[in-house]
């Protein structure tokens, strides 16, 4: 996408960008959860067969009638958490939002220390024109908005990846959304240096390791590496990484020898694969194939898009996909080392408020190309009783998620990708293996039993046989 053509777009998007409607009778898949686009009505109980007696009267009715008569009510009109009605999010299903709405979003940040800038004459040339004008006068980056999307789609990609991993495919943000393991994911992609997974350490590796200058775009290939060392060099994850490099080629003795420890053990392994389904679009053969890849239950997402702007899709209903967009700033998140156990539990945890803003506060200093839907304090999910005192406040947690769907057509994405997926054991990888093999159309992830020699070596025994060829042919 040219740079024109996106500036419209997004100036479009910002006085007019309703949120979608669930106008089909496909199903959803969301990372490999099926939902009912129009579910069932519940069935009546034999309580709820229509009386001929009519109804007592509201002054007539004791205390206890009264409350529950109104609780029964608000019961049945809750078709949506915290009361809230389903029209306003485009008729979706509840569970599917719900969903939704728990997987970790990360998005441009604003605000937090400087990533200093390459000294490079080079590095201004690989910049956009945007980051070039917007830190003109300044010696560092103090915020991702312009270059940063791959990067926090990547973010998005791993975190989720350690939330199943660490909470499981069904934990739900609305039902314990200070959850300690949820905290201490969120505190690994804090805007500091200090965070392992940190937009500084992808800035910082992408320069050492991928040729990126600080200020300039990733591609997928940049975006999958750096999740793949960071890792490495983190290993209280409990995350390993492989990448099948420039192809969709899954080499399974390379792949083993990351996942599968010497005495026979798998270990998580989060597979990133890098592809291009096309030359500017994806071609329709691969289609049917890239929507499977998201009904897989080991599945944990698409980092891709459209040309330069990337999104972080997690769910697809007949020929659209539904994603995360980084593309909305937020006043940065502070680092917070994660609570252990045996804190202090009657100590507040620090709510410094230059280090705190608000989600009213974000919702109002945030400068973004798309409309967002960010919780109000009155509005955020209860507090857990039974989890632990949260280094971070619901406020600061509620950045990170978002109920505002957004949807885009499978002939408008862009063909270059990266493909993640979470494999636990033998047997899930045994599962994974069957259903990339099994897609209609053309695959988008070919599994090899082993890397093929490079072009030009000759294979091991070739010359051995040559030779006893040329020795029987003798007279």
């Known amino acids: 996408m040219h740079d024109l053509e996106r500036v419209s777009r997004n100036i479009v998007r910002t006085f007019y960008d309703p949120p979608p409607t669930n106008d089909s009778n496909d199903p959803i898949w969301l990372l490999g959860q099926r939902y009912d686009p129009r579910p069932p009505p519940a069935k009546p109980?034999?309580?709820?067969?229509?009386?001929?007696?009519?109804?007592?009267?509201?002054?007539?009715?004791?205390?206890?009638?009264?409350?529950?008569?109104?609780?029964?009510?608000?019961?049945t009109r809750k078709e949506a958490p915290n009361g809230e009605d389903p029209a306003q999010y485009g008729n979706w299903p509840?569970?599917?939002?719900?969903?939704?709405?728990?997987?970790?979003?990360?998005?441009?940040?604003?605000?937090?220390?400087?990533?200093?800038?390459?000294?490079?004459?080079?590095?201004?040339?690989?910049?956009?024109?945007?980051?070039?004008?917007?830190?003109?006068?300044?010696?560092?980056?103090?915020?991702?908005?312009?270059?940063g999307c791959m990067i926090r789609s990547g973010q998005c990609i791993l975190a989720n990846a350690l939330q199943v991993l660490r909470l499981g495919r069904d934990w739900r943000y609305q039902e314990q959304p200070d959850a300690k393991e949820h905290c201490e994911i969120v505190s690994m992609?804090?805007?500091?240096?200090?965070?392992?997974?940190?937009?500084?350490r992808f800035v910082e590796h992408g320069a050492a390791v991928c040729g990126k200058y600080p200020g300039e775009w990733f591609g997928p290939s940049a975006a999958a590496r750096c999740i793949q060392?960071?890792?490495?060099?983190?290993?209280?994850?409990?995350?390993?990484?492989?990448?099948?490099?420039?192809?969709?080629?899954?080499?399974?003795?390379?792949?083993?020898?990351?996942?599968?420890?010497?005495?026979?053990?798998?270990?998580?392994?989060?597979?990133?694969?890098?592809?291009?389904?096309?030359?500017?679009?994806?071609?329709?053969?691969?289609?049917?194939?890239l929507k499977a890849s998201l009904q897989m239950k080991q599945s944990?997402?698409?980092?891709?898009?459209?040309?330069?702007?990337?999104?972080?899709?997690?769910?697809?209903?007949?020929?659209?996909?539904?994603?995360?967009?980084?593309?909305?700033?937020?006043?940065?998140?502070?680092?917070?080392?994660?609570?252990?156990?045996?804190?202090?539990?009657?100590?507040?945890?620090p709510t410094t408020k230059s280090h705190a803003p608000t989600a009213l506060e974000a919702s109002e200093t945030s400068t973004s190309?798309?409309?967002?839907?960010?919780?109000?304090?009155?509005?955020?999910?209860?507090?857990?009783?039974?989890?632990?005192?949260s280094s971070y406040t619901p406020e600061e947690l509620a950045t990170c998620h978002t109920r505002r769907i957004r949807r885009l057509q499978i002939r408008e994405m862009d063909p270059s990708m990266l493909l993640a997926f979470l494999i636990t054991s033998q047997d899930d990888y045994d599962d994974w293996k069957d259903g990339?093999?099994?897609?209609?159309?053309?695959?988008?992830?070919?599994?090899?039993?082993?890397?093929?020699?490079?072009?030009?070596?000759?294979?091991?025994?070739?010359?051995?046989?040559?030779?006893?060829?040329?020795?029987?042919?003798?007279?």
Not at 189 to 200: E, R
Not at 320 to 338: E, V
């Open 189 to 200: 992609f804090s805007d500091d240096a200090k965070a392992p997974f940190s937009i500084h």
């Open 300 to 349: 944990i997402g698409i980092a891709g898009g459209r040309p330069s702007a990337s999104h972080y899709f997690v769910a697809t209903q007949a020929n659209n996909f539904f994603y995360l967009d980084p593309h909305t700033t937020r006043p940065f998140l502070p680092y917070r080392p994660p609570w252990s156990r045996n804190d202090n539990h009657s100590t507040a945890p």
């Open 369 to 389: 190309s798309s409309t967002t839907i960010v919780p109000q304090a009155s509005s955020l999910p209860p507090r857990s009783s039974t989890s632990f005192p």
């Open 436 to 475: 990339v093999r099994s897609v209609q159309g053309k695959s988008v992830v070919h599994v090899q039993d082993k890397e093929p020699a490079p072009r030009g070596q000759e294979r091991e025994g070739a010359i051995d046989e040559v030779e006893s060829w040329d020795e029987d042919g003798l007279p």
């Open 94 to 147: 509840s569970a599917f939002l719900d969903d939704f709405e728990s997987r970790i979003w990360m998005t441009y940040r604003s605000g937090f220390a400087a990533i200093q800038k390459s000294q490079d004459p080079k590095a201004t040339s690989a910049m956009s024109f945007r980051v070039r004008m917007q830190n003109l006068a300044s010696p560092g980056f103090t915020s991702d908005t312009g270059f």
């Open 45 to 75: 109980t034999p309580s709820d067969t229509p009386s001929t007696e009519p109804p007592t009267p509201l002054s007539e009715r004791t205390e206890d009638e009264s409350w529950i008569r109104t609780s029964v009510d608000e019961t």
């Open 229 to 289: 060392d960071l890792a490495n060099k983190y290993k209280e994850a409990g995350l390993r990484v492989y990448v099948s490099g420039d192809g969709a080629d899954v080499y399974e003795d390379k792949l083993k020898q990351i996942a599968v420890e010497e005495d026979g053990v798998w270990q998580p392994t989060l597979i990133l694969v890098g592809t291009r389904l096309g030359i500017d679009k994806i071609t329709p053969v691969y289609w049917e194939a």
